[in-house]
T-cell receptor
Framework: AQSVTQLGSHVSVSEGALVLLRCNYS??????LFWYVQYPNQGLQLLLK??????LVKGINGFEAEFKKSETSFHLTKPSAHMSDAAEYFC?????????????FGSGTQLTVLP | ETGVTQTPRHLVMGMTNKKSLKCEQH?????MYWYKQSAKKPLELMFV???????ENNSVPSRFSPECPNSSHLFLHLHTLQPEDSALYLC???????????????FGEGSRLTVL
């Protein structure tokens, strides 16, 4: 069984501040982990993914995430928030050889960027 | 056209209507999916098709009927829906339903369904 918990359904940061979105996972086997972003009135878009290579993963738009097995975490960070980062972010876990149909999504975190 | 295209983007229907949602992918993928996205709930996987064969049906009510005539097209036929079925329905595709490309899904923009 696998599950994902995103801490904080809403996060607000000021423009230029650090963005930190939290994700903890549960998996009985080594997981594949993903962050997706959903802009208003759009579908989800892959930001980055961890597939058992480097534990620090860099994605698009300056985002990165670090896989920490001891903490079962895969938090998403960006050093400096931009207004265009306002969106909903979803963490997802796949624990069966990266099988897409086994993806389990978290409930999402709505990021607001304040001017 | 590129990516995953969904039509219509918005649909309003009565409980006795019959309508269909359409999804088309131009990525050469072999797996296609329907997800339901409701407010304040995680994405719910509804159906999975791999090489046109349905491989997963997550206890979806029979008032939702999927159809996958080929690897590029996916439909969701709707009939006698309930108001609680109002949601954003997202179509996605991937190279294959198991393994491949690290499990990345490519999503369409969704069809916003309102059931009156």
């Amino acid at each position: 069984a696998q599950s994902v918990t995103q801490l904080g359904s809403h996060v607000s940061v000021s423009e230029g501040a650090l963005v930190l979105l939290r994700c903890n996972y549960s998996s009985s086997v080594p997981p594949y982990l993903f962050w997706y972003v959903q802009y208003p009135n759009q579908g989800l878009q892959l930001l980055l993914k961890y597939t058992s290579a480097a534990t620090l993963v860099k994605g698009i738009n300056g985002f990165e995430a670090e896989f920490k097995k001891s903490e079962t975490s895969f938090h998403l960070t960006k050093p400096s928030a931009h207004m265009s980062d306002a969106a909903e972010y979803f963490c997802a876990v796949s624990a069966t050889s990266g099988s897409a149909r086994q993806l389990t999504f978290g409930s999402g975190t709505q990021l607001t960027v304040l001017p | 056209e590129t990516g995953v295209t969904q039509t219509p983007r918005h649909l309003v229907m009565g409980m006795t209507n019959k309508k269909s949602l359409k999804c088309e992918q131009h990525l050469g993928h072999n797996a296609m999916y329907w997800y339901k996205q409701s407010a304040k709930k995680p994405l719910e996987l509804m159906f999975v098709y791999n090489f046109k064969e349905q491989t997963e049906n997550n206890s979806v009510p029979s008032r939702f009927s999927p159809e996958c005539p080929n690897s590029s097209h996916l439909f969701l036929h709707l009939h006698t829906l309930q108001p609680e079925d109002s949601a954003l329905y997202l179509c996605a595709s991937s190279q294959a339903a198991s393994g491949g490309a690290g499990g990345e899904l490519f999503f369409g923009e969704g069809s916003r369904l309102t059931v009156l």
